[in-house]
C-alpha cells in the first residue's frame, strides 16, 4: 500500500469588487502608510444571527493558501477557509438616504438575517 502523496488544490474563489466599491476602498486607503502592502480582505467566519458573518478589513499579512485577486487596482485577498464560500460574490458600495455601506452578494447564501450582516451557508 502506498501513501497518498496528492496535494489538494483549492478552487480559486471568484469573488468580484464593483468598480464603484473599489472607488470606496481606495478613499479608505488615501491616508494609509504601506498601501503598497495593504489588501481587502475578505472572509466568512463563525457568527452573527444566522451563523456566520462577513468580514471585510485591510491587511498586510499573506497567509498560507490565500487566494489574491486584483479588481479596479484593488488587491483582494481570502483565505482558504473562506473561499468556497464566497465562490462568485460580488461586492458592491451602497449609498441611500437610509444607510451606507458594503454590499454582499453571495450565490451559495441558503438566507441571511434581517440585519444583512451575517448569511447561512
Same mark, same amino acid.
Given at each position: 500500500?502506498?501513501?497518498?502523496?496528492?496535494?489538494?488544490?483549492?478552487?480559486?474563489?471568484?469573488v468580484?469588487?464593483?468598480?464603484?466599491?473599489?472607488e470606496?476602498?481606495?478613499?479608505?486607503?488615501?491616508?494609509?502608510?504601506?498601501?503598497?502592502?495593504?489588501?481587502?480582505?475578505?472572509?466568512?467566519?463563525?457568527?452573527?444571527?444566522?451563523?456566520?458573518?462577513?468580514?471585510?478589513?485591510?491587511?498586510?499579512?499573506?497567509? %498560507?493558501?490565500?487566494?489574491e485577486? $486584483?479588481?479596479? +487596482?484593488?488587491? =483582494?485577498?481570502?483565505?482558504?477557509? /473562506?473561499?468556497?464560500?464566497?465562490?462568485?460574490?460580488?461586492? %458592491?458600495?451602497?449609498?441611500?438616504? $437610509?444607510?451606507? +455601506?458594503?454590499? =454582499?452578494?453571495?450565490?451559495?447564501? /441558503?438566507?441571511?438575517?434581517?440585519?444583512?450582516?451575517?448569511?447561512?451557508?
Amino acid at each position: 500500500m502506498s501513501a497518498d502523496t496528492s496535494v489538494e488544490t483549492m478552487p480559486e474563489s471568484d469573488v468580484t469588487l464593483t468598480e464603484t466599491a473599489a472607488e470606496k476602498v481606495r478613499s479608505f486607503l488615501v491616508d494609509q502608510p504601506d498601501v503598497d502592502d495593504i489588501a481587502l480582505r475578505v472572509a466568512v467566519q463563525a457568527g452573527g444571527c444566522a451563523g456566520f458573518r462577513y468580514a471585510l478589513f485591510f491587511d498586510d499579512r499573506q497567509l %498560507d493558501g490565500d487566494v489574491e485577486q $486584483e479588481h479596479h +487596482g484593488i488587491r =483582494i485577498r481570502i483565505d482558504k477557509m /473562506s473561499s468556497p464560500y464566497l465562490s462568485g460574490t460580488v461586492i %458592491d458600495w451602497k449609498e441611500s438616504l $437610509e444607510a451606507s +455601506g458594503f454590499s =454582499i452578494e453571495n450565490p451559495n447564501s /441558503s438566507g441571511s438575517c434581517a440585519c444583512g450582516d451575517s448569511a447561512t451557508f
